[in-house]
């Protein structure tokens, strides 16, 4: 995963929000993934078809980061979520 | 409605495709087997029995397999299979026991072994009442859970029998796939027939804390856990799945679950259930 890189979430895979935070579920699988407020408007983010540089785009208008901070931080989400098979690159 | 239909026996003959789902014994012995057939599905517990379970959940046929009683397809069908036909009519279904005290349930939940069965008992032998020993189905009233009372008896090992249990303690015939006995409820012990609100849901650790240690979940935390600890029969069928999901966050959103380790060890039981009673009340039990 690059800051050039589309993602897409399969179809399998649900999403809900409780209290603060939000779960990604594969069901199917049985694998989960618990997210904060900032990683779950990262992946909202990453849902809606924009390169990962584009996602840090929307992300510093929400955020006080610097771009650097934010760059590493949505990288290393996405790297995590296609471990887990929440994510495939699009 | 649940309509079950006791078949005559019949050999369990070759199915004609690949499961979609197994659930497994810890030595990865084949435990269940899901199957579809046509539109319904066929559970196989082999050299036991096939149950089919329409499409709605509402209908189940056992066939026996050669040889085993009827009373083990019985129990079959009570503790494993019906909770999966539930699912399928949209219920919702845990693995996980359930007592009354106070007026309220208290629920433990946890996979096999973790001790749902023994701290139910426990509870039910002390002067208060269990709604099931696994298989809790809970329906929605208002903003509030209901438990529902499930068969009056209670599965256990051994070890917990004689450490609960007085002798004389009717119960079930004996099954031919576990050694677990199956005890009656009645006098010794004892049963809550009517529906009681879902007051705490308690996870059950493994059992490495040295004294009785309650935390809360997070909502985020007690969703996870309430996953992980339901039954669903077809997990392909998106819609279901998706509606499986929205009715989990909306009871995952209420401020009652718990983890809950204790030492497992008979002699400290009453210690364990005071420590919960008293945590339950602390927390605002009503009648």
New interface residues.
Partial sequence: MNLQSKVAIP??V?T????D???I?D??T?T?F?LDRVGADMWQLMGEGRTLAEVCDAMQALYEATREQLERDVVELAEKLRAQGLIRAA | MDEFALEPARAQAPMAGAPFHVWVFPDSTPWTEFHRSGRNYLLRFPELADFEVARDGRTVRAWPAPGVTEETVRHLYLNQVLPLAQSRQGKIVFHASAVEVGGAALAFAGESGRGKSTLAASFAVSGARFLTDDGLLLEPRGAEWLVRPSHPSIRLWEDSQEALIVAGTPTAPPVSYTSKARFLAGERVRFCSEPRRLHRMYFLGAGAAGAPRIAPLRPAEALIELVGHSFLLDIEEREQLAAHFDELSRLAAAPIYFRLDFPRRYAELAGVRAAIEAHARAEGVTA
Avoid: D, F, N, P
Avoid at chain 1, 16 to 19: K, L, N
């Fill in positions: 179809e399998e649900m809900r929000r409780v209290g935070e939000t779960v579920l069901l199917a049985g989960y618990g």
